[in-house]
Nanobody, 114 residues
Framework: VQLVESGGGLVQPGGSLTLSCAAS????????MSWHRQAPGKERELVAI????????NYADSVKGRFTISRDNTKNTVYLQMNSLKPEDTAVYYC????????WGQGTQVTVSS
């Protein structure tokens, strides 16, 4: 299993970023996927989750209405569209294969700062 995140960077408050997570080594469409983040000095937290076919999603209260998780099973990729970014969204963002045991990507840094 390999998960490779990309799309992170530095953005001003109120800006947008789209993260991508390219998956390989498993049948992508058979697994729900999720995005998590970890800010310095804090525990890793769930941001968003999407079911296998993408028909159902769920979000942390802190990102509802601002972030959108989606997936393209033809490209083995899960996305996180982030709008109206705030400084408190600054963190390393990880994608996760929801399996037993789960697999994680290496993470991509998102910094929201003016």
């Amino acid at each position: 299993v390999q998960l490779v995140e990309s799309g992170g960077g530095l953005v001003q408050p109120g800006g947008s970023l789209t993260l991508s997570c390219a998956a390989s080594g498993f049948t992508f469409s058979n697994y729900a996927m999720s995005w998590h983040r970890q800010a310095p000095g804090k525990e890793r937290e769930l941001v968003a989750i999407i079911t296998r076919a993408g028909g159902n999603t769920n979000y942390a209260d802190s990102v509802k209405g601002r972030f959108t998780i989606s997936r393209d099973n033809t490209k083995n990729t899960v996305y996180l569209q982030m709008n109206s970014l705030k400084p408190e969204d600054t963190a390393v963002y990880y994608c996760k294969q929801i399996a037993t045991p789960p697999s994680w990507g290496q993470g991509t840094q998102v910094t929201v700062s003016s």
